[in-house]
């Protein structure tokens, strides 16, 4: 069974940085997709990146540039590195995962983590 958990989230000023963090245990980066959504209240999920077989598959024309997503195999954590953080980036931010190449959209994600929230302030 797959089991995602985030975390990293919290509240930093605009321009800042942080590192979000999704720990992962029952899949291997090999053949799974990963990758990393946000929702901001009364919004839909946004997918920003999705990493499939060791490449982006997909980058959200809102992060790049500023985003960048990496994994740690040996860890099987995956990384979301957001700088020059905006006000307009707080969201809550969730790490998905589902075997095979997906489509980087929400509706081909099986495993959810919880979500951490992230707070940008202006």
């Known amino acids: 069974q797959v089991h995602l958990v985030e975390s990293g989230g919290g509240l930093v000023q605009a321009g800042g940085s942080l590192r979000l963090s999704c720990t992962t245990s029952?899949?291997?980066?090999?053949?799974?997709?990963v990758g990393w959504f946000r929702q901001a209240p009364g919004k839909e999920r946004e997918a920003l990146l999705c990493?499939?077989?060791?490449?982006?598959?997909y980058y959200g024309d809102s992060v790049k540039g500023r985003f960048t997503i990496s994994r740690d195999k040996a860890k099987i954590t995956l990384y979301l590195q957001m700088n020059s953080l905006k006000p307009e980036d707080t969201a809550m931010y969730f790490c998905?995962?589902?075997?095979?190449?997906?489509?980087?959209?929400?509706?081909?994600?099986?495993?959810w983590g919880q979500g951490t929230q992230v707070t940008v302030s202006s």
């Open positions: 998905a995962a589902d075997r095979g190449p997906r489509w980087c959209r929400e509706s081909d994600f099986a495993t």
């Open positions: 990493l499939w077989n060791g490449g982006v598959s």
């Open positions: 029952g899949l291997s980066f090999d053949s799974y997709t």
